[in-house]
């Protein structure tokens, strides 16, 4: 059985919480899309264990994407599916850069979710140049983590006025930093989605606050497809393709094992037909013998997949990418459902690269 990390929170306006040796933990694993909350003790879930993260789960669960949350720390309820966080109670920014290196190499994130500065606040840790020392941090992420979907937030709003004031000027600077990063580092505005209202203690959120989190969370992650999409399976282990947006799964026809039968997306049961295995060579297997094929080896727009004796040809092999895509390589084209269509049964073909929700493949 997992031991709970435990803490020790002092009785302070800024509600610092000290965090003692944790235990060691084994991580929780689904093959989704794996996912690092990374900050504080409102990413930890103080007053309401788990925090943001349960809702978060419950949300990304319903719209039929598979999460994974990574890192060193466990808490929550049942109902919160991954207890995985790395949430520190009463650490500041350095504290988290200075282990931020060792974190990202043992559970190797998709996709961080960073809410963080809350104690450099409370503190009065040097804030001036928090906004420095947040931007040190994010360079320590993308160049340990090459590829992550980096989510910053503008932290949430305090009752107390002059650590509201300093939280103020802090976020401030954050667009400005974001905006220097890249394309992979997103500006997430935390501070508006609470009020006051919404503070358990003037400095943690309540329920309500926590569950406002998360949906500005979830919209986030859903702005930016590729960052709920693992760049795909491990080799060698059989999994199953589902596209999100259908909640459905690429599926041999009629669990046929005939070359030439149709790829469809069904109902996902996990069964044989659904079992595709990535291989070193970029071949998606199935039954063993055979590939995910485009059929004739054809290249342009809207030509049917199959599956087919693997015969090593590169109208048998596919690219994950980041964006969610999977790329035929032959002919340059992305895995697509017919039409943009969702239903049982709609044909998988290829077509130019877009990035749509019908291009959008996960792993369950």
């Known amino acids: 059985m997992r ?36 900050g504080d003790s409102i990413t930890d879930g103080f007053n309401v264990p788990g925090g943001y993260r349960i809702n978060l789960w419950q949300q990304l669960a319903s719209g039929g994407y598979t999460a994974d949350f990574v890192g060193s720390g466990f808490n929550g309820p049942a109902n919160l599916g991954d207890h995985d966080h790395e949430g520190h109670s009463g650490w500041r920014i350095d504290q988290i850069d200075a282990n931020i290196v ?18 450099d606040v409370n503190q009065n840790f040097d804030v001036a140049n928090a906004p420095a020392r947040l931007s040190a941090l994010i360079d320590h992420v993308l160049a340990n983590a090459p590829g992550v979907e980096l989510f910053v937030a503008q932290i949430t709003p305090e009752s107390n006025a002059t650590q509201e004031a300093r939280v103020q000027a802090y976020n401030a600077a954050l667009p400005a930093i974001v905006a220097s990063k890249g394309t992979r580092v997103h500006l997430v505005d935390m501070h508006s989605a609470l009020t006051t209202a919404d503070l358990a203690d003037g400095v943690h959120p309540n329920a309500t606050g926590y569950n406002k989190m998360a949906a500005v969370w979830y919209n986030a992650l859903r702005s930016v497809p590729g960052s709920l999409v693992p760049s795909g399976p491990a080799i060698g282990t059989p999994a199953a393709l589902v596209n999100p947006n259908s909640g459905r799964c690429l599926d041999v026809s009629g669990a046929s094992t005939t070359a030439g039968s149709a790829a469809i997306i069904w109902d996902c049961h996990g069964r044989a037909n659904q079992q595709w295995t990535r ?86």
């Not at 509600?15 to 944790?22: D, Q």
């Not at 689904?30 to 996912?35: A, E, M, P, Q, T």
């Not at 297997?285 to 199959?306: F, Q």
């Open 279 to 364: 291989t070193a060579a970029g071949e998606l297997r199935i039954y063993g013998t055979s590939c995910l094929d485009v059929s004739g080896g054809g290249t342009a727009n809207n030509t049917n997949v199959i599956i087919w004796p693997c015969h090593g040809g590169n109208n048998q092999k596919w690219t994950f990418r980041l964006n969610g895509t999977v790329l035929g390589n032959a002919a340059n084209r992305c895995l697509n459902l017919a039409g943009g269509a969702s239903a049982n049964g709609t044909r998988v073909q290829i077509f130019d690269c877009n990035a749509t929700a019908a291009q959008q493949w996960g792993v369950r």
């Open 3 to 38: 031991r709970l990390t435990s803490t020790l929170c002092a009785a302070t306006l800024a509600a610092a919480c000290v965090l003692l040796a944790p235990a060691p933990a084994y991580a929780e694993t689904n093959g989704g899309v794996r996912i690092m909350p990374l």
């Open 102 to 119: 060792t974190w990202l190499r043992n559970t190797n994130p998709h996709t961080v979710l960073l809410h963080i500065g809350t104690n």
